[in-house]
């Protein structure tokens, strides 16, 4: 079982959307600075999550949800 995530910065406008199939322990890794392409928006708070079958899925729709379109959709969440 895999997630798709999307996370916001609660000091700048800015959203990562990304998979796992651990989502607390993710969210956690992205707050405490070990991923280079999120360290400098942290912190961050869970703003959408999907639960997917498999992998192949999972890396689909998080390729929907950086697309433009994707991205308006999860805006529209806020």
Do not use: C
Not at 48 to 76: C, H, M, N, W
């Amino acid at each position: 079982m895999y997630f798709v995530y999307a996370i916001k910065s609660e000091l700048k406008d800015w959203i990562y959307v990304g998979i796992s199939n651990d989502i607390e322990r993710r969210l956690k890794q992205h707050n405490a600075g070990y991923n280079r392409s999120t360290k400098p928006y942290r912190p961050f708070k869970l703003i959408y999550k999907e639960q997917l079958p498999d992998r192949i899925a999972a890396r689909a729709r998080e390729k929907y949800l950086k697309s433009t379109v994707g991205k308006r959709f999860l805006r529209s969440l806020l």
